[in-house]
């Protein structure tokens, strides 16, 4: 019987292995194709307890509550990096219907919303496993997603192999100065000047105050990452911070210019709980998913031996039997 489930970011895992060494088959880029099989197949080979569950992005109803969200996608290319970027997304365009396919021919779930984006759907999932024992562990490289940490659900990036857990989280991500990012440090060692991000609520704030600029949701003002760290640290959190400056236990005069501007703009404030509504995986203010379709048949290895032949995946072929049997107990867990 399953132990829980074993979620699979399924746009974040295919982007990193499209951007791996270019494979093709006549006139289709295979790289996406062939990276996922390969990083799906090891993880369900150590969770053999967990049922996998790939989650696919929709279009994100976050468009709608903030029309800005992930717009700098969207504009023209024109730099050599910009056009790079634009072509291998058409690379990965190309190659997600057969990522799916080979998915759904090796037996593994699949779901997906029209207004939900992978991250929605992990966090209801997670959400609803609360409170019943059972595990639930993120394969993403998705940082976002380190929010839903709990003492039954861990985070993995597979590309960059680093692993998290409320326990491990303090000690292994925060901001390293020496390289002057967002960083991970490497398991029971702290960088000299290692600030760790003291809880996954924390890591929601901090990205909250600082924004994300991937998704093109900008922060509060003249915060960024150490100092986002650092008013976690301090205050404990945006409510606390804002009551303490109301009941006079912080003199805001006091504080830096950046943090006594946010103790005092409304409009700095309201950005704030912006970024929390479009951030927070938890929100009791997201939207109902609509058209929730899971997807899931029987292992086909027949249908599963023509693909990769089709596709030229021979290190696959040659020894399919062994390749295919983390796959084959997924559909006992499914039943159970």
């Known amino acids: ?21 270019a494979l093709r088959v006549g006139d289709l880029p295979t790289q996406a194709i062939f990276g996922v099989l390969r990083i799906l197949r090891p993880m369900l080979n150590v969770y053999s307890m967990l049922t996998p569950v790939v989650l696919w992005d929709g ?32 690379d990965f365009r190309k190659q997600t219907p057969y990522i799916k396919q080979a998915i759904e021919l090796l037996g593994v779930k699949q779901m997906s919303a029209i207004n939900y984006e992978a991250d929605d759907l992990a966090g209801m999932i997670v959400e609803r496993m609360l409170g019943t ?10 940082k976002d997603w ?23 989280l303090e000690n292994k991500l925060g901001w390293v100065p020496e390289k002057k990012k967002i960083s991970v440090v490497d398991d029971g060692s ?27 949701i900008p922060g509060v003002g003249k915060i960024g990452p150490k100092g986002a760290i650092d008013f976690v640290r301090e ?32 409009e700095k404030q309201e950005t704030f709980r912006r970024n929390m509504r479009l951030m927070d995986l938890r929100s009791t203010e997201r939207p109902a998913p609509v ?11 027949d249908g599963f031996e023509r693909f990769c032949d089709d596709m030229m995946f021979n290190s696959i072929t040659g020894d399919l039997e062994n390749w295919l049997q983390p796959f084959a107990p997924v559909q006992f867990k499914a039943a159970a």
Not at 1 to 21: E, P, R, W
Not at 194 to 208: D, I, N, T
Request: hydrophobic residues 40%; proline residues 5%; positive net charge.
């Open 133 to 142: 024992g059972k595990r639930a562990v993120m394969i993403s490289g998705d």
């Open 291 to 301: 058209a929730l379709t899971t997807v899931q048949k029987p292992l086909d290895v």
């Open 1 to 21: 019987m399953s132990k829980g489930v074993l979620l699979i970011d399924g746009s974040n895992i295919a982007h990193a292995a499209n951007n791996t060494q």
């Open 235 to 266: 205050y404990g959190s945006f409510a606390s911070f804002i009551n303490q400056c109301a009941d006079k236990s912080i003199d805001t005069a006091a504080l830096p210019k950046n943090l006594r501007d946010f103790a005092e703009s409304d």
């Open 190 to 216: 702290k960088t000299e000047g290692f600030v760790g991000v003291p809880s996954p609520r924390a890591w929601l704030e901090m990205k909250c105050l600082m924004g994300d600029i991937s998704d093109n």
């Open 146 to 168: 380190v929010q839903l940490l709990s003492p039954n659900t861990a985070w993995i990036d597979p590309v960059r192999d680093q692993r998290l857990t409320p326990k491990t």
């Open 59 to 90: 279009a994100s109803w976050r468009r709608m509550a903030f029309e800005e969200y992930k717009a700098n996608r969207d504009k023209k290319a024109v730099t050599p990096n910009e056009l790079k970027v634009e072509a291998l997304r058409k």
